[in-house]
């Protein structure tokens, strides 16, 4: 079986809604993983893999333990631990020193963006503050596609416009058309041309941050040769 397409997806505040459009009817397939990484207090264990049973068709597990990684699964964050995604686990660590939101948007996007290179998306949708930036970086720097939800759409802007100042995302779309784009490659068999075209295209507008300097996270590389 061929490895899948992995699409990893950070959202915050605002990103409840977000999510709902962007996976609502969304086609099952066996060649993109979606790995959801949301912000969320401590006390609020399994609440996100259950909300998204309830808007996704798709299967849902929670990360509370090290999960093979297959492709037609959504594997959901839970409160007290960051994502890692490896070359074919997805792994739960520990806080990591740097950025202070749980969970950290960052090391899933960067290790999914070191593991999988140019087969990795990445997603930032509403949020505030500036988590995602980073890891949206690597996306871009490893060969994968960058996205963000159109600030000007979004419940809070901030996350989206940090990443659009860090990382230059190749598209920066609403969410009806992240729904689209993500139902295109649900029914393409080999979706690798497609998304070619679509690294190539210019669509993010440069938008202030408006925080200022962007925060790093952790080393990715350290974190990736640490999976199983």
């Not at 699964?73 to 409160?79: D, E, F, L, R, V």
């Not at 140019?118 to 509403?126: D, E, F, K, P």
Request: charge should be neutral; proline fraction near 6%.
């Amino acid at each position: 079986m061929n490895k899948p397409w992995i699409v990893a997806i950070g959202a915050s505040a605002g990103g409840v809604a977000g999510l709902s459009t962007i996976l609502d009817n969304l086609s099952e397939c066996d060649h993109l993983a979606l790995v959801v990484t949301m912000h969320m207090p401590s006390e609020a264990d399994g609440y996100f893999g259950r909300f998204l049973r309830r808007i996704s068709r798709w299967p849902v597990l929670d990360v509370s333990r090290v999960l093979p990684l297959h492709g037609g699964i959504i594997y959901a964050s839970t409160p007290n631990a960051h994502l890692a995604v490896g070359d074919k686990t997805v792994v739960p660590i520990d806080h990591v020193q740097g950025n202070h939101w749980h969970p950290d948007i960052n090391p899933m996007l960067s290790t999914t963006a070191i593991t999988h290179g140019a087969n990795a998306i990445g997603i930032v949708l509403s949020g505030r503050l500036d988590d995602g930036a980073a890891g949206l970086l690597e996306i871009r720097k490893h060969g994968g596609l960058a996205i963000v939800q159109d600030p000007l759409e979004a419940a809070c802007s901030e996350m989206p416009s940090a990443a659009i100042q860090t990382a230059d995302p190749h598209l920066c779309l609403s969410l009806a058309q992240i729904h689209t784009l993500l139902s295109d490659l649900a029914v393409m068999s080999t979706p690798r041309l497609f998304l070619r075209r679509l690294k190539n295209q210019n669509g993010a507008t440069k938008l202030m941050n408006h925080r200022g300097e962007v925060k790093k996270t952790a080393h990715p590389r350290a974190l990736v040769d640490a999976l199983p």
